[in-house]
């Protein structure tokens, strides 16, 4: 009896522990309790509303962004993807604020958020493909050059470029490789180990004064393919310089005029360009070249930092050849995750 009497007590809510169901109707209570009868939803959150406006603004309008002050638009442009997580934070504040004013004007920067990058959020990748190309910044300090090369090399690409090779450690690299890959070619810091004979080998001056990117002539199996490897000078971020890039976009405009330039119609771009597809100083080579990750990968594909990928600045590129796939490989001993793509090579098929 004294059983059943705490039973049914604790069945009518009391002294017994409070159900996850209760829990979540006192909490859709909070949140929407009382809305119908309120006629201030519509006068509150202000602030909330202006703040999701300019952040839809920013989005929308990020190319018209002047990076006269500290390279203000190409920084934001980096990092754009991120401005997102601001969305649902909004969304929390509006809500707890009980402001329907709030809550429609975080519609719009969550559309614009949608409309940028909702396409990168669906798995594009293909099954098919002929040949396979990864690239790897794989850090001048790296304590591992040999276990780093054979684990990108395990990826299977036809074509391997790396990129901040110093000069000590070229025949280690070298020497790792060379069991798969018969062909290679090392240009100042940037590299290209391929399964397929290469010819025409020759630096791309990029002017900097030294050597960091090359181009090569592939034969492969569906004929021949211009690939180039370039490692663009690094940014950075400096509280009186701001977003200091002016090295890199000179030589992103040089390596935009080479590869113009090129007259073999397959051209494909390996390495670490040190900006996103979004960056407007990279548009010399974006505005002619596809993105294999934003034709046919799965995700953003950040690759950098490696501890924490927060922007895709290692990239494959291709103009006159087809993506089927894009992915990053696991991590190594570098700062940098590797990154690999199928393309299709015969086109017209």
Known sequence: MAQQAYMTETDNGGSGPERPVSRLRRLAHRLFGGWRDD?????????TAVLA?????????????PNRVGNLGSLIETFLPWLGLAV????????????????IAVLLPAIVWLNLFGGLLTDKSGTGGDLVVATHNVNADNPAPAATARDVAASGADLLALEELPAPAVGTYDQALSGQYPYHA??????????????????????LGWKRAM??????PDGLVAVYVAHMPSVRV???AGFTARQRDKSADALGEAIADETLKRVVLLGDLNGTMNDRSLNAVTSQMRSTQGAAGSGFGFSWPAAFPMARI??????GVEPESSWTL?????????VAARVSLDTES
């Open 238 to 240: 400096e509280l009186k």
């Open 186 to 207: 090392v240009v100042g810091t940037v590299g290209l180990w391929s399964k397929y004979p290469m010819s025409q080998v020759r630096s791309v001056d990029i002017k």
């Open 314 to 319: 290692d990239q494959i590129m291709v103009k």
């Open 330 to 338: 696991p991590r190594t001993d570098s700062d940098h995750l590797p």
């Open 39 to 47: 006629p201030r939803i519509w006068r509150r959150g202000a602030v």
């Open 88 to 103: 649902p934070v909004l969304l929390l504040v509006g809500l707890a604020r009980k402001s329907a004013t709030a809550l």
């Open 53 to 65: 406006l300019l952040l839809a603004l920013v989005m929308l309008l990020h190319s018209r962004i």
């Open 215 to 220: 181009r090569a002539t592939v034969a492969t």
